[in-house]
């Protein structure tokens, strides 16, 4: 498969050093030569010094035998010109990356196909998106729903009794010290099927033990999340009725859109033109407030002691990351912080700073799902994890469906957590036998999930 991508920005180069491994034909344009020297020589790529926009440079790129284009500059109008151009030129796909909203709207799509552009990738909705789910469960770092009732849920574990706070004191996370064997003898109805411990993701055995300080990944169905939520010690943390969010970039209005009318919003902007833009395109629900979101006698005015969930979202990484230490020692236990600098991410999350949004990475994900073979329905690059998640279809004579999943050869760093067998979500184990139509959540270390589609294919 070849593969060219426009732009060496962040998103450009986190997607380039991510598909290298794949043993793809991946050739990267920009004009900027010195972006492209240094990859050039990290990765096994071709770096091509060339105007996306330019049909000449297209054309050196081997535009032609393209599987897929994408357009990633910052520049959206760049995006969407070099993918109608590269169209014409013979990519089979393209994908553009926009900042325009209007353009998502499913009437517009066929408009954009015929214009030569086959999908559209906006990166803000995808992270609002993201932070709405999350919110609904102020325990939960992360919260992935699949179809027949099956969910993944990332879970911070921590030692209460070291805790000084009244509130926290109360609760006990019944997990600690155990191994995984002795977790599943109680016959709980889960699966661990990673660990993130010191910005290292273990795909676990039996033999396992969850210490203070993991971020455990769970598969289960819904109606075991709130057994998830007391073993854990997370019965106290408050549903989300208040949130607050300090920044009012295009996420913060994203995130507006996404959450539900239940939950009130507060959004503090410094900018006084951007409030009164943001009071016509917010929900009616949501008050806006001018003024500095770091400003502490502010967020404590405007009801900081008195929410459940609390978003940094400036287009400050560090700031963002400290406003959430903040609000968790505040009592916060539902915080977000926008962190789009990839060398912050272990840091944020060694710092406890709560969910970590990164748009690069959302964006990357989505990207990658049009590059699996097998059916995907859901693929989700975990922010925390180095780890993929996808459905798979398991086709008539797959491999999957001759022999139970101990005895299929899967690599040590796959997890199945569980399956949809007839509409409905089931876990499994190693002696689950697979069958044709089964869609199956598979758990993997990164640059792993490509190689899993001979297994279901």
């Not at 004009?31 to 091509?48: C, F, G, P, R």
């Not at 030692?159 to 064997?181: A, I, Q, R, W, Y």
């Not at 290292?200 to 039996?206: A, E, Q, W």
Request: charged share 25%.
């Amino acid at each position: 498969m070849k593969i060219v991508i426009a732009g060496a920005g962040a998103v450009g180069t986190y997607l380039a050093r991510m598909l290298s491994n794949e043993n793809l034909d991946i050739v990267l344009i920009d004009e900027d030569e010195d972006k492209l020297t240094k990859l050039n020589n990290d990765l096994d790529i071709m770096a091509l010094v060339a105007a996306p926009t330019s049909i000449k440079g297209l054309k050196q790129a081997g535009i032609e035998s393209a599987n897929l284009f994408i357009a990633v500059t910052p520049n959206e109008s760049e995006n969407l010109t070099c993918c109608m151009l590269a169209k014409q030129l013979g990519a089979k796909r393209t994908v553009a990356r926009i900042d325009t909203y209007e353009y998502m709207e499913p009437s517009h799509r066929r408009f954009f196909e015929n214009m030569g552009i086959s999908s559209l990738i906006y990166p803000e909705m995808l992270a609002g998106r993201e932070i709405a789910a999350s919110a609904q469960y102020s325990w939960v770092r992360q919260y992935i729903e699949f179809d027949g009732g099956l969910v993944l849920l990332s879970v911070k574990m921590h030692d209460f009794t070291s805790f000084n706070t009244n509130k926290e004191s109360k609760n006990e996370n019944l997990l600690l010290g155990h191994t995984l064997k002795e977790i599943s003898i109680d016959g709980h109805r889960f699966h661990v099927v990673a660990i993130k411990r010191d910005g290292d993701t273990i795909i676990p055995s039996g033999d396992e033990r969850i210490l203070a300080e993991d971020l455990v990944f769970f598969m289960t169905t819904k109606d075991q999340i709130t057994t998830i939520r007391h073993l854990s010690g997370k019965d106290s943390y408050p549903q989300v009725k208040h949130a607050m969010i300090i920044g009012g970039g295009k996420l913060a209005v994203r995130t507006d859109w996404a959450i539900p009318d239940s939950m009130s919003l507060k959004i503090i902007e410094r900018d006084p033109l951007r409030c009164e833009e943001l009071g016509r395109i917010t929900k009616q629900r949501t008050m806006i407030i001018n003024g500095d979101g770091y400003d502490l006698d502010l967020l404590k005015d405007e009801g900081y002691n008195h929410i459940e969930a609390f978003a940094a979202l400036t287009n400050n990484d560090e700031k963002n990351i400290l406003a959430c230490v903040a609000a968790r020692r505040n009592g916060i236990c539902n915080t977000y912080a926008q962190v789009e600098n990839l060398a912050y991410l272990d840091m944020a999350e060694s710092l406890d700073v709560g969910t970590v949004i990164n748009k690069k990475m959302l964006a990357a994900s989505h990207i990658y799902q049009m590059l699996l073979k097998a059916d995907v329905n859901n693929v989700k690059m975990l922010t925390v994890a180095d780890a993929d998640v996808a459905e798979f279809v398991v086709k008539a004579g797959s491999k999957a469906t001759k022999k139970p999943i101990m005895e299929i050869g899967l690599p040590s760093e796959v997890n199945i957590g569980g399956m949809i067998h007839d509409g409905h979500g089931e876990l499994v184990s190693g002696r689950t036998q697979l069958e044709a139509g089964d869609r199956v959540v598979v758990f993997c270390a990164s640059q792993t999930l490509k190689r899993l589609g001979r297994y279901f294919n």
